[in-house]
């Protein structure tokens, strides 16, 4: 079984200070994602990596950073958190798509971040 | 651009009530439809998915069948139980040659089944 693992459930932090959540995945999947998720607005995606020190910007990426040093591993950074981040954080990983295969995400428990 | 409409919720049901939650998409060619659930407090699990037109996808008493023609992906169960209360997103990854892998969501539907 694929299994994602976020550092946190739950974490509380103060406006301006630096945060980091963790995403580690055991399967080799070469995508890892980061998505936030508030009431009304579903889902949304920060930024997803498909390799080793690659990044791509999603819907939503104002306001963070991302790092994959290892494949196994993508940390979402925000460098100077505000309360409207506010959310719940969901990190995801897939096989990379090819051969006309599109592979399903596996998401890890999800980080409640409370910034105050 | 890609997208994922779904009924509006919260649907309420008594146990043992059939179940359907309607998701139509908008994409180009054939994309993958999957359903996603999220118990309370909870990250999502994959509940099925369909890879191409007239495919079922089925998992836990849920069914879901690919239709090309009309565009939808609707969910369906029998029998529903209480612990299938939670809240249900319906999603799908376009076909665009290669590298295309990012997920867009419908907003989910809510579901709570009473006993």
């Known amino acids: 079984d694929v299994k994602v693992t976020q550092s946190s459930r739950y974490l509380v932090k103060r406006t301006g200070e630096k945060v980091f959540l963790e995403c580690v995945q055991d399967m080799d999947h070469e995508n890892m994602f980061w998505y936030r998720q508030d009431p009304g607005l579903g889902l949304r995606l920060i930024y997803f990596?498909?390799?080793?020190?690659?990044?791509e910007k999603g819907d939503i990426p104002e306001g963070y950073s991302v790092s994959r040093e290892k494949k196994e591993r993508f940390s979402l950074i925000l460098e100077s958190a505000s309360t409207n981040q506010t959310s719940m954080y969901l990190c995801?990983?897939?096989?990379?798509?090819?051969?006309?295969?599109?592979?399903?995400?596996?998401f890890g428990p999800g980080t409640r971040l409370t910034v105050l | 651009g890609d997208s994922v409409t779904q009924m509006e919720g919260p649907v309420t049901l008594s146990e043992e009530a059939f179940l359907t939650i309607n998701c139509t998409y908008t994409?180009?060619?054939?994309?993958?439809l999957f359903w996603y659930v999220q118990y309370p407090g909870e990250g999502l699990q994959l509940l099925l998915k369909a890879t191409k037109a007239d495919d079922k996808g089925s998992n836990k008493g849920f069914e879901a069948t690919y239709r090309k023609e009309t565009t939808s992906f609707h969910l369906e169960k029998g029998s529903v139980q209480v612990s299938d209360s939670a809240v249900y997103f319906c999603a799908l990854i376009p076909y665009s040659g290669a590298g295309s892998y990012q997920l867009t969501f419908g907003k989910g539907t809510k579901l709570s089944v009473i006993p």
């Open positions: 990596s498909y390799d080793v020190k690659m990044k």
């Open positions: 994409a180009t060619g054939y994309p993958s």
């Open positions: 995801a990983s897939s096989l990379l798509a090819g051969g006309g295969l599109r592979y399903e995400q596996f």
